[in-house]
T-cell receptor, first 115, second 111 residues
Framework: KAGVTQTPRYLIKTRGQQVTLSCSPI?????VSWYQQTPGQGLQFLFE???????NKGNFPGRFSGRQFSNSRSEMNVSTLELGDSALYLC??????????????FGSGTQLSVL | DAKTTQPNSMESNEEEPVHLPCNHS???????IHWYRQLPSQGPEYVIH???SNVNNRMASLAIAEDRKSSTLILHRATLRDAAVYYC????????????FGKGTKLTVNP
């Protein structure tokens, strides 16, 4: 079974631009969540999608948005990029909506550099 | 939010057991204890999770204190591939908004 696939693996953008990251979950998984990882802040939760609906959202500005398609694939968009958005963006999938007894499967991430 | 406390770093020798501690004194009765690890240049990887009883799987064992205020991840025979940052996380009712990763423990395995 293929794992969680994130594309692209690396991305370089300039301030003010926007970016779209893609995540394909494990086949059969219906929940996808996104995380931002930086050396200073560690891993922070962005949002979770289940059955095309956003279930939960972390503490990030509205420039960060996402969506989930009917095949469970998900995209994350960041508009008006800032230098501080440089980070590793990780996607995780799970069989069902994220709950206390649910395992998460992570992709290898997209490394975004904002210049 | 329920929080966990882990040592910043630990060292072990190859083929020796490793005990990674985690304190979670504010844990509630319905919180699950999860462990993930992150190898260099990779996303986190699920290791093990449990609620009250000790748990074993092919990767590790999880020992949970009777009062549930602490737990220990046990790697029975460390290998060089086990060198990673290990995160102890509490999953609270309400979903992944409660999935808070701390700084974790960086495990170094010496050959």
């Amino acid at each position: 079974k293929a794992g969680v696939t994130q594309t692209p693996r690396y991305l370089i953008k300039t301030r003010g631009q926007q970016v779209t990251l893609s995540c394909s979950p494990i086949s059969g998984h219906r929940s996808v969540s996104w995380y931002q990882q930086t050396p200073g802040q560690g891993l922070q939760f962005l949002f979770e999608y289940f059955s095309e609906t956003q279930r939960n959202k972390g503490n990030f500005p509205g420039r960060f948005s996402g969506r989930q398609f009917s095949n469970s694939r998900s995209e994350m968009n960041v508009s008006t990029l800032e230098l501080g958005d440089s980070a590793l963006y990780l996607c995780a999938s799970s069989l069902d909506a994220h709950g206390r007894n649910e395992k998460l499967f992570f992709g290898s991430g997209t490394q975004l550099s904002v210049l | 939010d329920a929080k966990t406390t882990q040592p910043n770093s630990m060292e072990s020798n190859e083929e020796e057991p490793v005990h990674l501690p985690c304190n979670h004194s504010t844990i509630s009765g319905t919180d699950y204890i999860h462990w993930y690890r992150q190898l260099p240049s990779q996303g986190p990887e699920y290791v093990i999770h449990g609620l009250t009883s000790n748990v074993n799987n092919r990767m590790a064992s999880l020992a949970i204190a009777e009062d549930r205020k602490s737990s220990t991840l046990i790697l029975h025979r460390a290998t060089l591939r086990d060198a990673a940052v290990y995160y102890c996380i509490l999953l609270t009712q309400g979903g992944s908004e409660k999935l808070v990763f701390g700084k974790g423990t960086k495990l170094t395995v010496n050959p």
